[in-house]
């Protein structure tokens, strides 16, 4: 494996497996990940996970039983199984095992990066349910399509709907808010301006957020036979604030089709090409994105009407994407890339990975803000954030050390990192205690830690 190989892997993806070959060609075959659909969803690797309709039936179910219980007078605790947040670990846990396992790991970088850029959390207990379907539902179909069409599927998603409160939002000159008194929720409105969209350089006032959250009102959540469809999504007219709003000087009727057009038109905004050009930048090529990379990414967004596959495409051609070692991994990162370069053996019990992201700091689907995880090495590479590292790396190389069974640590450590790997680390591995030490060396390197 050459330079290139090596980080068309690591920077592109979540690094190759003991037994990977590399391509011919890495900058084709990463291009090449970006044509088709998801290929997790073609191959039906997530064909038995609930969808966002059944997380609402599901819902629904647990309320008529909890009622049940209480009218029983019969305790909650102890007592009740929730079916919708039973759904929440089976589809975490099949999603992270693709990502840990799919040949098209551009293609899943690119799919975690954006369910960050739209991140939802978990710990948000009418959210839980929904987040899984959300990324399979709203961002994998899109990551190679049109932003526009993501940022509708997104914000229209019962995740972010109940995330951010919208569901509960109602227009105050709406039939249902002058009969029940109840007003307007701006959480959705501010966030698709400040965070997903058009962000703060656009400029936009508090007025503008507020015409925006009522264009986004009788946005809701709803089972099928009141009209939700396949994910939930439930338009309600009665909640939605009548007449027309103007948001950045550009007016919008009412209805539902309106709240679309409005989140169109900062989709195509220019500062939203901007700000995903910069992250885009931040998250491929260095924590300080070179000005002149960001610009090409924004100009290819801007030239092809915010083409995401195109803009991933130019992210291979930038000749700073090419320079080893510039990004800190993130625990979500290091898990995957570890349980990639050294695969568990199958004998044994399957890694928990859900503790395991929660034990390195970065529980799955869960950052404690709206904004989503940061993608700096300061947020990451503290010194009790590298102990847990070397805490979770040393129980993880047990499973290696009798047996046996999976790759040798220098074989497992070379195809990894190929040219990349440091004499040192060659030294210290061959001069390891036991093949638990060895590798633990090799998963804890400097050169593994970085991509």
Not at 110 to 135: D, E, Q, Y
């Amino acid at each position: 494996m050459d330079d290139i190989a090596a980080q068309a892997a690591i920077r592109f993806g979540y690094g190759p497996g003991p037994y990977d070959t590399p391509a011919a060609d890495p900058r084709a075959a990463l291009k090449a990940q970006l044509q088709g659909p998801d290929p997790g969803l073609a191959a039906g690797m997530f064909d038995a996970l609930p969808s966002g309709q059944d997380a609402v039936q599901a819902t629904l179910s647990d309320a008529v039983e909890r009622q049940a219980l209480r009218e029983k007078g019969v305790p909650e605790k102890g007592n009740f199984n929730s079916l919708a947040e039973a759904m929440v670990p089976q589809e975490a846990l099949t999603q992270l095992s693709f990502a840990a396992t799919t040949p098209y790991g551009f293609r899943e970088r690119l799919v975690w990066f954006w369910a960050n850029h739209f991140s939802v959390s978990v710990s948000k207990r009418t959210c839980a349910p929904f987040a899984g379907p959300m990324i399979r539902e709203a961002i994998r179909p899109h990551v190679n399509g049109r932003f526009v069409d993501m940022v509708a599927a997104v914000e229209r998603h019962p995740a972010m709907l109940r995330y951010l409160d919208n569901d509960s939002s109602i227009g105050p000159d709406s039939r249902a808010g002058l009969r029940l008194h109840k007003g307007l929720n701006e959480n959705l409105g501010r966030e698709c301006m400040e965070l997903h969209t058009v962000g703060l350089a656009a400029g936009y006032s508090q007025a503008d957020v507020t015409s925006m959250a009522k264009l986004l009102t009788g946005w809701g959540v709803g089972p099928s036979e009141k009209g939700g469809d396949s994910t939930g999504f439930l338009f309600r007219p009665n909640a939605h604030e009548p007449g027309p709003q103007t948001v950045m000087g550009q007016s919008f009727d009412g209805g539902e089709q309106a709240g679309i057009d409005a989140l169109a038109f900062l989709a195509a905004y220019p500062t939203t090409y901007q700000l995903l050009a910069a992250k885009l930048v931040t998250h491929f090529v260095a924590d300080t994105p070179p000005p002149d990379a960001v610009a090409r990414i924004a100009g290819v967004l801007h030239d092809t009407g915010g083409d995401l596959g195109a803009a991933s495409a130019a992210l291979v051609d930038l000749p700073q994407a090419w320079v080893p070692g510039q990004k800190f991994k993130t625990p979500f990162d290091y898990m995957i890339s570890t349980l990639r370069a050294a695969p568990p053996p199958p004998a044994l019990t399957p890694p928990n990975m859900l503790g395991i992201l929660t034990q390195l700091g970065q529980p799955l689907c869960n950052a404690p803000l709206p904004n989503g995880w940061p993608d700096q090495a300061a947020s990451w590479a503290g010194p009790d954030a590298v102990m847990s590292r070397i805490d979770w790396a040393f129980t993880y190389a047990a499973r290696f050390d009798s047996g046996g069974e999976g790759p040798q640590p220098l074989d497992a450590a070379q195809a990894a990192l190929g040219p990349l790997l440091r004499p040192a680390t060659v030294t210290a591995i061959a001069q390891a205690g036991s093949r638990r030490e060895a590798m633990t060396l090799f998963l804890t390197s400097p050169e593994f830690q970085r991509r």
